[in-house]
């Protein structure tokens, strides 16, 4: 796997491998990889004649400096995981590289969305990373690039973006791949105790229970009431109410289909419910498709 760091390097092997006519798969990460990366990894790999993997703790997508200085950076395991996959090029940028002069996030303003729920709680978050994604895209170019599901915000807002600004680049979703306990891979969980870890699976149950619920109530009627809705989240996050070392951010349910918050559920349509939490002072996110 060639690795670089620079972008007239990278400009210029793009531009091989484009004469070439290879098809280019992109993964973007901020490193610290997983199984969850893997399997991102494994379906680019599959699906391109090329597969680039970015690895950057992008600044701008932080608004609290200690969760920027704590996320975990763990690049040599990272290199020798991403030759096993057969990653073809690694991306490793610094900071001047990405954003010269102290640049900061650009001002995108193509969805309101990028202000709710994550946008809400981690003020400016998406526009840095739709400003880093975009600066990506431009470098890369890929045909394909992939997100998992585990950031399903973060996906919808990509979708969106790559749609309005008519790129050329399909975004290919993936399943959150889970540990034991139903446990979500994240990068962030590599700053959880043991102990922690076992709480953090609360948040997978919650969102079984809800989902296994609602599907209860399909089973006799074609709608779930708002009534119905909100004690059956009452019910979902009884036990998390109950812990006193998981402090809930959001549990929300939205139509996937304009990212709308949803107070009742008409079963024809697709929502997803999604929850984040602070197990300690690490703050996970994770969420379910209700369908
Ligand atoms: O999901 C991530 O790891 C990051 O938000 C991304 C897409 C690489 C942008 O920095």
């Given at each position: 796997?060639?690795?670089?760091?620079?972008i007239?390097l990278?400009?210029k092997t793009?531009?091989?491998v484009k004469?070439?006519?290879k098809?280019?798969?992109?993964?973007?990460?901020?490193g610290?990889?997983h199984?969850?990366?893997?399997?991102?990894?494994?379906?680019?790999?599959?699906?391109?004649?090329?597969?680039i993997?970015?690895?950057?703790?992008?600044?701008t997508?932080?608004?609290?400096?200690?969760?920027?200085?704590?996320y975990?950076r763990?690049?040599?395991?990272?290199?020798?995981?991403l030759?096993?996959i057969?990653?073809?090029?690694?991306?490793?940028?610094?900071?001047?590289?990405?954003?010269p002069?102290?640049?900061?996030?650009?001002?995108?303003?193509?969805?309101?969305?990028?202000n709710l729920?994550e946008?809400?709680?981690?003020?400016?978050?998406?526009?840095?990373v739709?400003t880093?994604v975009?600066?990506?895209f431009?470098?890369?170019?890929?045909?394909?690039?992939?997100f998992g599901?585990?950031d399903?915000?973060?996906?919808?807002?990509?979708?969106?973006f790559?749609k309005?600004?008519k790129?050329?680049?399909?975004?290919?979703?993936?399943p959150?791949?889970?540990?034991?306990n139903?446990?979500?891979?994240?990068?962030?969980n590599?700053?959880l105790?043991?102990s922690?870890?076992?709480?953090?699976?609360?948040?997978?149950?919650?969102?079984?229970f809800f989902?296994?619920?609602?599907?209860?109530?399909?089973?006799?009627?074609?709608y779930?009431?708002p009534l119905?809705?909100?004690?059956?989240?009452?019910n979902?996050?009884?036990?998390?109410?109950?812990?006193?070392?998981?402090?809930?951010?959001?549990?929300?349910?939205?139509?996937?289909?304009?990212?709308?918050?949803?107070?009742?559920?008409?079963y024809?349509?697709?929502?997803r419910i999604?929850?984040?939490?602070?197990i300690?002072?690490?703050?996970?996110?994770?969420?379910?498709?209700?369908q």
């Amino acid at each position: 796997m060639e690795i670089i760091n620079n972008i007239s390097l990278l400009r210029k092997t793009i531009s091989e491998v484009k004469e070439s006519n290879k098809s280019i798969g992109f993964v973007p990460t901020m490193g610290s990889l997983h199984q969850g990366h893997l399997s991102l990894f494994k379906k680019s790999v599959l699906e391109n004649d090329y597969t680039i993997c970015s690895i950057y703790v992008n600044p701008t997508q932080f608004n609290n400096s200690q969760d920027f200085e704590t996320y975990p950076r763990t690049n040599n395991k990272d290199v020798e995981l991403l030759n096993s996959i057969n990653c073809d090029l690694l991306f490793l940028p610094t900071d001047r590289e990405m954003y010269p002069e102290d640049e900061r996030s650009k001002d995108y303003r193509f969805t309101e969305k990028i202000n709710l729920l994550e946008g809400e709680k981690r003020p400016g978050h998406f526009l840095g990373v739709i400003t880093i994604v975009h600066k990506l895209f431009s470098l890369v170019q890929p045909n394909k690039a992939y997100f998992g599901e585990k950031d399903y915000q973060q996906l919808w807002i990509i979708k969106l973006f790559t749609k309005e600004f008519k790129l050329p680049i399909k975004i290919i979703s993936c399943p959150t791949i889970r540990g034991e306990n139903g446990l979500a891979l994240s990068s962030r969980n590599n700053n959880l105790s043991c102990s922690e870890k076992k709480d953090a699976g609360k948040l997978f149950e919650a969102l079984v229970f809800f989902k296994t619920e609602l599907e209860k109530i399909k089973y006799n009627s074609s709608y779930c009431t708002p009534l119905s809705l909100i004690n059956t989240k009452k019910n979902a996050l009884a036990s998390i109410k109950k812990n006193p070392l998981i402090k809930l951010d959001y549990f929300e349910v939205i139509d996937e289909e304009n990212f709308s918050f949803a107070n009742d559920i008409n079963y024809d349509r697709n929502y997803r419910i999604l929850i984040a939490a602070y197990i300690g002072e690490i703050r996970l996110i994770d969420n379910m498709s209700l369908q």
